[in-house]
């Protein structure tokens, strides 16, 4: 009799032991989940609505399918003649890689002008033709949103390097997503933009 009543009084116990064992399945469970928050936490370029030089809406969703380059620009700094390379670069490379140019009057006071001066400016000494956007702040407490999200690893997931002069570059993979920054000092057709723009 005592045996009787001590068997289901096993069995039961046994069930809630097995009710409260965690199961393998979790841990992996909770992995999957990190893996997908973090990636979802990863912007876009594509997130941004911006004008053109000329003052018309232009989305960065246009883009898509392509890497961009966008580049912090200025008219009257040492690093002006990289309007050159820029526009062999989205001349030469544009199945692949579309040039952003983005004026700024953040450093030295070198890009002083009107969006139509700039805009005049960039097409009579250097032909560009790549898209100009209208002049923005790329540093300090009123810089547009699109730096601000370039420059801050919590929302880019790559680097929080923002620009220190005119002519930094940021690449942009065919989703939207940052690949990486390129200070002032390497060239539009240096080896190494392009090995990374033809990856």
Known sequence: MNSM??????????????LTKPSPAQPNAMAETATTETSAARGSVYDFNLTSIDGKPMPLSQYK?????????ASECGYTPQYKELEELYKKHGDRVTVLGFPANNFGGQEPGTNAQIASFCEKNYGVTFPLF??????????????????????????DEKPTWNFCKYLIDE?????????????????ELVAAIMK
């Open 175 to 191: 989703q939207g997503h940052v690949m990486a920054f390129y200070p002032s000092k390497v060239k539009p057709m240096s080896d």
């Open 65 to 73: 399918g392509k890497k961009l380059l966008i580049v912090n620009t």
């Open 134 to 159: 209208a002049k923005v702040s790329v540093t300090g407490s009123d810089t547009a949103p699109l730096f601000q999200f370039l420059g801050d690893k919590s929302k880019n997931g790559v680097t």
């Open 5 to 18: 009543t001590l068997f289901p009084l096993a069995l039961l116990l046994a069930a809630c032991g097995g």
